[in-house]
């Protein structure tokens, strides 16, 4: 399995892939015991007798888990099974000190949802959520720090995890892909995870078969394991893919089996044959009484559920009139979201609003490398100052060069009292526009008469000169008109 060789015909075979996907909880402390599970600690300092598995240690289970578990059953249309319990997972490996993992696997949470997902060429599809449980993650086994022996770091043992297992709707990575890029926002909407990749606080695994197009039947499939971003798993997908069908073609047969994915190479290679659940001998765990969810718990969980962001973006669509493409940016980011409905109350036209968070200021953040809860100026001062541009009292120029840079260190003072103090209004002075023009209009008589000969693009040359001459303190559009007039005279 490590050759890069792809079958170069898979026309006749269509994928079927399910995705595993394991977000971590980014609650304060462990699923079972008040460890922090914060990220980026030293090797065992978020450590205690509950995960360090010694003997006499009982769990004890935290209720935010639960509440967050409920929260992304619902946003993904799941029914959420009232009573469920934990069980026993085991297998032996060093950094599972307890010899088995708490898991759920006959009585998961959630279970029968779906997520609609849109592709590239618009259409929908509807992918299906078999269940989603609960379990603790296992600890860290690290092999390449010593050169005869591997540590084991159990910080992240006992911390908080939620696994969404799909049904095998997948027909191609781009869906695999859809799939987990809606997830992610989703926990992030939610408050749920951090949605992390490059962290480790969401990981999926990848279920992989092929069969002839037209039949029914599943073929053997083999899983890839923790794959770490979603571009990494369209390219395992997709390797894999081609891997079966060469090997079927080829006359031979797949062999079941869990398989690691090699960044660098883009190909996949076996870990082990796979596993099946009877290997690992679930049993209820007798330390842990089973999960009630009453109907006020639960009725309470889902009154608290936000507006999901394809119901906002559809919303942004109907109200504003914007593209898909554009409401999906500002409904898909919580805080870029609560910063235009802040600032949407205050400003004029509710479309400049859209295309400055969009344009300009999406500039900004990229260039400060922040995000737009980090950003210094206000909702209001935001408003105020497109108000300022679209009433032509300011330039577009200098509210983004002059006056957006002064409102960070001025976040008491209203956008106009800032521009008259800073002496940023446009100028109203026809005269003096006129002797701009006049002045602009001697330096560039060659251009003059390349105008009137029918050189037309030589006119931003003289809007530029002279806005600068009036330090960008005019309206761009009245100083084209007038020198309009003077050319055409």
């Not at 950003?375 to 497109?386: K, M, N, R």
């Amino acid at each position: 399995m490590s050759t890069t060789t792809i079958a170069k015909d898979t026309s006749s075979f269509e994928l079927v892939s399910g995705l595993e996907i394991h977000v971590q909880l980014n609650t304060q402390s462990k699923i079972f015991c008040s460890d922090s599970a914060a990220f980026g600690a030293g090797p065992n300092e978020h450590i205690s007798t509950v995960s360090l598995g010694l003997p006499g240690a009982l769990p004890k289970l935290n209720k935010e888990v639960i509440e967050k578990a409920m929260r992304i059953g619902l946003a993904l249309n799941c029914e959420i099974n009232q009573y469920n319990f934990f069980d026993r997972k085991n297998y032996f490996y060093a950094d599972l000190p307890k010899g088995y993992q708490i898991t759920q696997d006959n009585s998961p949470i959630c279970k029968n949802g779906y997520l609609n997902v849109r592709l590239s060429d618009g259409i929908e599809k509807r992918i299906g959520i078999n269940r989603i449980h609960l379990e603790e993650d296992a600890g860290k086994s690290m092999h390449d720090q010593d050169a005869n022996y591997s540590f084991v770091d159990l910080n992240r043992a006992g911390v908080p995890l939620i696994e969404i297992v799909t049904e095998p709707d997948i027909r191609s990575s781009e869906e695999a892909a859809a799939l987990l890029t809606e997830i992610r926002q989703l926990v992030r909407f939610l408050n749920v995870s951090d949605g992390n990749m490059e962290e480790g606080s969401l990981r999926c695994d990848a279920n992989i078969s092929i069969r002839e197009k037209g039949t029914t039947a599943y073929g053997t499939r083999c899983e890839v394991k923790n794959v770490n971003s979603i571009r990494n798993v369209r390219r395992a997908m997709d390797f894999e893919f081609g891997r079966q069908v060469e090997v079927i073609t080829g006359g031979g047969k797949i062999i079941q089996s869990t398989l690691n994915f090699d960044a660098d190479k883009g190909t996949t290679s076996p870990m082990r044959s796979k596993e099946e659940a009877n290997d690992y001998r679930y049993f209820p765990d007798p330390d842990l009484p089973p999960v009630v969810i009453s109907d006020e718990w639960l009725a309470t969980v889902k009154s608290a559920m936000p507006t999901l962001p394809k119901e906002l973006a559809q919303n942004l669509i109907t109200e504003l009139g914007i593209s898909l493409s554009e409401a999906a940016v500002l409904a898909d980011d919580k805080d870029l979201y609560q910063y235009y409905t802040e600032a949407v109350t205050q400003v004029n036209h509710k479309k400049s609003l859209v295309n400055w968070l969009l344009g300009n200021i999406r500039a900004i953040l990229n260039e400060k490398q922040i995000e737009i809860s980090k950003y210094a100026v206000s909702p209001g001062q935001l408003a105020q100052t497109i108000n300022l541009v679209d009433e032509k009292k300011v330039s577009q120029q200098i509210a983004i060069q002059t006056l957006l840079p002064a409102l960070e260190t001025n976040q008491n003072v209203k956008a106009e009292e800032l521009a008259k103090q800073l002496n940023l209004l446009i100028v109203e002075d026809v005269d003096a526009i006129d002797g701009f023009i006049d002045e602009v209009l001697a330096k560039y008589q060659p251009q003059v008469e390349a105008y009137k000969k029918g050189k037309k693009g030589v006119l931003g040359l003289f809007v530029g000169d002279v806005m600068k001459l009036a330090k960008g303190k005019a309206d761009a559009k009245k100083i084209n008109e007038l020198i309009l007039k003077r050319l055409e005279v």
